[in-house]
């Protein structure tokens, strides 16, 4: 549906993104993901059309964001980042006009004005000026303005900033509604957020891709370290270091502290996907350390996300 | 097609509900009415005269002030972001607003049609230059619209905007009363952009297409400088 080729935006000298090339399906919900600067937000911007590429080319469907930005101007819904709306205007006067903009027929209006003001729960604040709502209030205007003309393509930056639990939990509650039958393409830096909701989550770092699948396949992703912690007690650390080396899968060893109580803290690291544990317990077994304690740490996609923009800092 | 009207609209809606539109369109009608009237009876004459010589160098402040929030407001909140993501083009989005701006310069000028009508109950008025004037008052407040939506669209800063808009309007009122600054060669050039000299030739009823050409052009040429001055910004 989304087909983006090489996308590459500069401020100035500054690359924000680099080269992106990304397949986006219908009906997916994709979560971007990525550090504060990583160009999450400039890619965004250029999906939308209100930034120019500075090489590059995003197609929607048959169109061209050149050629025909108006065409998939009509099929996205937007909502930027701090949704920043026209503050003198009441809600009602600023959603009826972007009805009318994004070319909602007449007899159309109402109903799809209240449809929305239901869905995101506009309807105590219809009669108040935009610059008045909080930041919860006005971040529901701002969906019900990306959702006014039923759009195929739902870009939203950041839609649960500023809102409070309930609120996430709804919009999460309403992105999964729409992304059943829409593409929804948001960015976040809540990483549960983007495992609660997403189908595929992307994560770009410096402008550039670095992992790009469903939560499942990015903890398969096979450079992942698996990191081992152990604490043993009555164990020498020279010996700890070639017995457990000296098991196949595990490619070095670290000593960490050692406490007064005499606990030496290790941890070992493999790269194989085979589950080690059970071959270091009956190793150890043999000698006369006791486990204080034994776990394998486990790969969120928080550790994915630090080593991946950490490994290229 | 008509995407530009619901802009326009909008522009128009904001200007009447904030009290914007009220504050500048009395400032402008007690600062003509104050000017035109302390003289008009001394001089004992049936005619607008007076007024529409006050008329460009009113409009040189008074219709930036108008057009000031147009873009630089947007620009400085963040709305011109939607704005570009709706599906309006530049164009859309530049004629509306100049209209509204115009429209307003419009509603401006309306009251002040109490003039003419008191004046030729008291007095015989010729109606001629009247209209001529108010024709000439239109295009020239067209004009400046267009130049006070282009300074709106250079910065985020609405005081900025109407200062630019504001200093290029003054320029072209009065550099056809600097002449004598200029060498011989170039005066009817210089002359000829003066925007004042364009007014008065209308004001007197001569509708002439030199006016007109150069009227509809710079409202042309500052429409087309706002749109690439957006393009700039992408």
């Given at each position: 549906m989304i087909h983006v080729e090489n996308l590459t935006k500069y401020y100035d000298s500054f690359?924000?993104?680099?080269q992106i090339n990304i397949e986006i399906n219908k009906g997916e919900i994709l979560g971007l993901l990525g550090p504060n600067g990583a160009g999450k937000t400039t890619t965004l911007k250029m999906l939308t059309g209100y930034f120019k590429p500075s090489a590059g080319t995003i197609q929607v469907n048959d169109y061209n964001i050149e050629d025909n930005p108006l065409e998939i101007k009509q099929m996205i819904g937007y909502l930027p980042?701090?949704?920043?709306?026209?503050?003198?205007?009441?809600v009602y006067d600023y959603l009826e006009y972007v009805s009318k903009i994004k070319g909602i027929k007449p007899s159309d209006r109402h109903p799809r004005l209240r449809y929305l003001a239901d869905l995101c729960g506009l309807n105590h604040i219809?009669?108040?000026?935009?610059?008045?709502?909080?930041k919860g209030l006005n971040q529901r205007v701002g969906l019900a303005h990306a959702m006014m003309n039923d759009p195929e393509i739902l870009i939203l930056d950041e839609?649960?900033?500023?809102?409070d639990p309930n609120q996430i939990v709804e919009i999460r509650h309403i992105i999964k509604k729409i992304g059943q039958e829409k593409t929804v393409i948001f960015s976040t830096h809540i990483l549960s957020e983007a495992e609660a909701t997403c189908d595929r989550i992307v994560i770009i770092n410096r402008g550039k891709i670095v992992a790009d699948g469903n939560t499942a396949e990015l903890k398969q992703s096979t450079d992942q370290k698996t990191i081992i912690q152990l604490s043993l007690l009555n164990a020498e650390t020279e010996s700890v270091q070639n017995t457990l080396t000296a098991?196949?899968?595990?490619d070095r060893v670290e000593s960490i502290s050692r406490t007064d109580d005499g606990v030496l803290k290790v941890k070992a690291y493999s790269s194989?996907?085979?589950?080690l544990r059970e071959k270091i317990y009956r190793t150890i077994k043999a000698t006369d350390w006791v486990i204080i304690e034994f776990l394998q740490e486990a790969k969120t996609l928080e550790t994915i996300f630090r080593d991946l923009t950490r490994q290229i800092n | 097609m008509w995407q530009f009207t619901h802009i326009l609209k909008k522009e128009l809606k904001d200007y009447f509900i904030s009290p914007i539109a009220y504050i500048v369109i009395s400032i402008f009608l007690i600062i003509t009415g104050w000017f035109f009237f302390s003289t008009f009876f001394l001089y004992?004459?049936?005619?607008m005269r007076g007024f529409f010589s006050l008329l460009p160098i009113i409009f040189a402040f008074v219709i930036p002030a108008i057009t000031m929030r147009l873009f630089a407001e947007e620009l400085n909140i963040g709305s011109y972001e939607i704005l570009l993501t709706m599906p309006v083009t530049f164009s859309d989005i530049i004629i509306g607003k100049f209209a509204a701006g115009f429209i307003m310069t419009g509603a401006m000028l309306l009251p002040t049609l109490a003039y003419p009508i008191s004046i030729a109950f008291i007095g015989d008025l010729d109606w001629g230059p009247v209209i001529g004037g108010y024709l000439g008052a239109l295009l020239l407040g067209g004009t400046f619209s267009a130049i006070g939506v282009f300074a709106s669209a250079l910065t985020h800063n609405q005081i900025i905007a109407f200062i630019l808009g504001a200093a290029i309007c003054f320029v072209l009122t009065l550099i056809d009363k600097m002449?004598?600054?200029?060498?011989?060669?170039i005066l009817n050039i210089i002359e000829y952009l003066g925007a004042d000299f364009h007014f008065r030739n209308v004001a007197r009823g001569i509708i002439d297409s030199r006016d007109m050409i150069y009227f509809i052009s710079v409202i042309f040429i500052s429409l087309y400088s706002t749109y690439l001055a957006l393009l700039r910004k992408e």
């Open positions: 690359c924000a993104v680099d980042e701090s949704s920043p709306f026209y503050k003198d205007m009441l219809m009669h108040k000026a935009i610059g008045e709502l909080s839609p649960t900033q500023g809102l098991i196949e899968g595990i194989s996907t085979e589950d | 004992d004459q049936a005619n002449l004598f600054f200029f060498p011989e060669s």
